[in-house]
């Protein structure tokens, strides 16, 4: 990166353009309340700009393109399932690499081949496709942050590590039989994006060693998380991202890794570890599922392609860059006043929904007013991150316990938006500002038995009289 700048400017020009069109203040009112007011019915023709997630949504490089041609689709040993292998073999040095078509999948063929009903898995904070799979197999998924990245005002270096001492008594809490595996989600998606220092990964190494559990790792955003410890971490300002990649992976025993996200690629996922016998399970439950241990429910194209966005995502002026646009947007919400998690992470800006809105109770979901909101005025694309996500209802008592934060996560897709589109966001806050405690909370009108935030629908409690101009 270029040292006296104050703002990120792209390490890469532009070869293909795809157009965006803004859509009108009534053409929007029309598609959110036919959307149910639930952001994933509305149509991406319908977005402007669109922060709903950074997975899938990568823009990919002249070369990984170059790399569709070099498929071979072969059903059994195409050449690229070997430069995948290799590849990730060479960053994470697990012995057996097992592709499949995304990250869930690989939680899926895990939990079910190593959790027994009533078995807990601690996270320092599990993402929801996670947290669904552990569920879906009668686990538990535990919730093992440090108290720092529960505050959202906190400035601290690694608010995702893992509270270490926490983990340790819980393990003797519950007997080491009935926790199977470990995990760190690296970055912490759920909880801001926030990284893990190589330190808590060492000590949450130490802890698993002890009793005698794998420690896997929920790799997503490890590119970004290296890139933190490079920046933040004394020792390591002088080490490559991927020397870096590899200590951290050095204290796995395997990984689960969605290749949507630092493998800068549309789809995609891949299942790391040294266990041999875990490789054997999984592999023939896989056969009826997902594919052929060589394919995993993936085109040797895109095998390919995951193999060269893997090593461009390692380079430090890219990473440099995209941390910089996330500040970036952080910066410019620090103009208007919006309350973020800070400092920002790795992946996108985390808005503190429950400070900007406070008189929105937290059973309304003071964050999918926002997310709401956001649409309506600008045709913004934003995801609620709070109790529409992550409320649980006590079995027993029936009482919802609430996550910690109610977020609206605006989350930036990799070599995609430029400078002048994350200003417009910015303008769009801008603007909502002006109204925003009138804005009313909602009420949900159906929900499914999992993971319901992706399809249930909501009412609004006051409807908003919508000035159109
Ligand atoms: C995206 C994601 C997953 C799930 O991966 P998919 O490819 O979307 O199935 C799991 N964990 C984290 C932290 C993620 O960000």
Known sequence: MIDDLDFPVEPYRIKVVEPIKMTTKEERELNIQRAHFNIFNIRSEDVFIDLLTDSGTSAMSDDQWAGIMKGDEAYA????????????????????IIPVHQGRVAENLLFSTILKEGDY??????????????????????????????DPAKEYPFKGN????RLEE?????GRDKIPAVFMTLTNNSAGGQPVSMENIRRTKEVCEKYGIPLFYDAARYAENAYFIKLREPGYENKSIKEIAREMFSYADGCCMSAKKDALVNMGGFLGTNDDDLEQKITNLMIMIEGFRTYGGLSGRDLEVIARGLLEALDADYLAHRIEQVKFLGEELDKIGVPYVKPTGGHAVFVDAGAFLPHIPRDQFPAQALVIALYREGGV????????????????????????????????????YTMSHLKYV????????AYKDKLSGFEITYEPRYMRHFTMHLKEITPQEIKVK
């Open 162 to 165: 893992m509270d270490v001492e």
């Open 121 to 150: 898995v601690p996270n320092n904070t599990h993402f929801d496709t996670t947290r669904g799979n552990v569920t879906h197999k009668k686990g538990i998924a535990v919730d093992l942050i440090i108290k720092e990245g529960k």
């Open 77 to 96: 040993g195409c050449r690229n399932y070997f430069n995948f292998v290799e590849t990730i073999q060479d960053i994470t040095g697990f012995k057996h």
């Open 170 to 174: 819980f393990i003797i809490e519950k």
């Open 426 to 433: 910015a303008h769009t806050f801008k603007k909502i500002m």
């Open 381 to 416: 694309r934003a995801v609620e991150i709070g109790g529409l996500m992550f409320a649980e209802k006590d079995p027993v008592t029936g009482k919802v316990k609430h996550p910690p934060m109610e977020l609206v996560r605006l989350a930036i897709p990799r070599r995609v």
